[in-house]
């Protein structure tokens, strides 16, 4: 079974409380009874397997019969810049990207994205898909869930991440570099970032800021990938070089 997330206000040695939605989700979709095993972490980075001893519509509460604390971050953060993608393809990028190990989603808006967010609508997209990066959390057993940044343009990205250790950007031809064999930052306090473009790619302008921000153009070898492809292929590299994945 995952596990859950939950505030730390639910942790109450030897016991834990879960109510609210989280409450439901067990009940009614996991069907948790008294003496089935649950497994949950809070923000301070602490696990606790507990025993279910009572289920109530007001609350489910645990005894504690088991503590682990987070191990220490030994590699640098990714953070992944995407172009909005359209449909679910943006879901199901923010989903596996989330079990790869991704720290933070930035959504952005390029010259040639086909989705374009209504303001009116952007506060509810993002709870949207900061739901769909906890339930991947959750179900992948990370220790954190990654957050997910307000959507923005590339020059409101190169503002925000301008003292970011290693900027990468993803292009189809003409790269500096390949992903396979750029220097990476090292440190646990430094960040990796990649920004993934649209399906119909950077214009000329967009990859010349990016170059003056000091962005290296990388590919990842001849094919042309789909955005979503890229997404994942990439941190799947990243991850593999850092050694977080075998």
């Known amino acids: 079974m995952p596990t859950f997330f939950v505030a730390s206000e639910a942790i109450t040695p030897p016991t834990i409380h879960i109510t609210g939605p989280l409450l439901q989700h067990l009940r009614q979709s996991l069907r948790l009874h008294s003496g089935d095993s649950l497994t949950v972490t809070d923000k301070r980075g602490m696990r606790y397997r507990t025993t279910v001893t009572n289920v ?5 509460v645990g005894q504690i ?5 987070a191990p220490p971050k030994t590699v640098p953060s990714l953070i992944l810049a995407l172009a909005l ?3 679910e393809k943006m879901d199901w990028v923010i989903q ?3 079990e790869l190990g991704i720290e933070q989603i930035v959504p952005l808006h390029a010259a040639h994205s086909v989705v374009k967010l209504q303001p009116d609508r952007i506060d509810h997209q993002r709870a949207r898909w900061q739901r769909i990066a906890l339930e991947a959390a959750q179900q992948s057993e990370r220790w ?3 957050s997910i940044e307000p959507p923005g343009t590339l020059p409101e990205l190169f503002a925000r991440y301008a003292d970011c250790s290693s900027k990468n950007i993803l292009v189809e031809r003409s790269a500096d570099s390949s992903l396979g064999t750029i220097p990476l930052a090292v440190s646990p306090d430094e960040a990796i970032m990649i920004v993934i473009g649209p399906e119909g790619g950077w214009n000329q302008e967009e990859l010349r800021l990016a170059r003056e921000q000091g962005y290296r153009t990388i590919s990842m070898g001849a094919r042309i990938l789909r955005a979503e492809t890229a997404a994942v292929a990439a941190i799947s590299i990243l991850q593999s070089r850092l050694g977080e994945l075998a």
């Open 56 to 60: 109530t519509p007001q609350g489910l």
């Open 65 to 69: 019969v088991d503590t682990q604390s």
């Open 85 to 87: 993608l359209k449909g």
């Open 96 to 98: 596996k990207v989330t």
């Open 144 to 146: 954190n869930v990654p």
